[in-house]
């Protein structure tokens, strides 16, 4: 049960939008919280994979975001990594043995993927939520209704087409999914990731905007049935209904990030098979990774 409530816990932040940006602090109540055993808490420390998938409803895709995520109820403390989708890993039963890791979602599914992280990086994944275009693009509109507001410049409106004028706009699902997805100037997928950042935030703000009121308390629960329905995930419906309430307003106390490649980690390269990857130092990520995780 207490790896369904922090799954429920980490479900709710996907539904708040903070995939791959730190939380700030919010304070409970330390008098009336249930303070977990050493069991409960070894028990409850699980790893979960959620993927962004580059489809917008066919059978197959790869993943375009992938992120790890662990909390440690003990110290009140949540770990972030966020793996560089043109990762060079090796992929189990790959026939060429070694690809971009967002290839082992397009080749073998989630499954896949869990394995090729396990094997590259030597971490277990427990539980996994996926996210498509059509989702994500919803989940914009649902989170933030009145739009987003973000800083777009003369490449990104020609490159994505985006209807929209430069300097700061407020855009809505379709466009903000163009915007975290440009990735055609100098800085490439980091400065992708910076932008997510930065729209992840806003929905974040945006969530607990609506759910501050009387009126959205009473609305959260259909919030995120809806928001779970653009997602699909391994824990049951009803049990993430009867807890998100409850774990809503229970933040961590600390929240870490990490990238894999760690820098100067890695190098460009470019396979005939594969196009331009991000060729790892495989024993310093894999160190990189399980010491941040560890700690």
């Known amino acids: 049960m207490k790896e369904k409530v922090l799954f429920i816990y980490l479900m709710v932040l996907i539904l708040a939008g903070c995939t791959y940006a730190p939380l700030p602090k919010q304070n409970g ?49 949540l770990k972030l990594v966020s793996i560089m989708r043109d990762s060079y890993v090796k992929i189990p039963g790959y026939k060429s043995g070694y690809n971009k890791i967002n290839a082992a979602y397009y080749y073998g599914g989630r499954e896949l993927l869990k394995k090729t992280i396990r094997e590259n990086f030597g971490v277990k994944v427990d539980h996994v939520a996926v996210i498509d275009f059509q989702g994500f693009v919803k989940m914009v509109d649902l989170l933030a209704p009145e739009g987003v507001v973000v800083d777009v410049d003369r490449e990104i409106i020609d490159n994505m087409s985006i209807q929209t004028s430069i300097g700061e706009n407020v855009l809505h699902g379709e466009e903000i999914l163009k915007y975290v997805r440009f990735r055609h100037d100098d800085e490439s997928d980091f400065g992708r990731v910076e932008r997510q950042q930065e729209v992840m935030v806003q929905l974040k703000t945006g969530f607990i905007n609506q759910i501050s009121s009387f009126e959205g308390m009473v609305a959260l629960p259909e919030i995120i049935e809806q928001g779970l329905s653009y997602l699909d995930t391994d824990i049951g419906l009803k049990t993430i209904m009867e807890m998100g309430p409850k774990v809503v307003f229970h933040t961590p106390d600390t929240v870490e990030t990490l990238r894999i490649p760690v820098e100067g980690s890695f190098k460009d390269e470019v396979y005939p098979e594969t196009g331009a990857v991000l060729e790892m130092d495989y024993a310093k990520n894999k160190k990189a990774l399980q010491d941040f995780f560890s700690k």
């Open 29 to 77: 109540n330390a008098d009336t919280e249930k303070k977990l055993t050493k069991e409960d808490n070894q028990e409850s420390e699980k790893t979960f994979l959620f993927i962004g998938v580059d489809s917008r409803g066919e059978k197959k895709s790869r993943s375009d975001a992938i992120m790890l995520a662990k909390y440690y109820p003990e110290q009140e403390k």
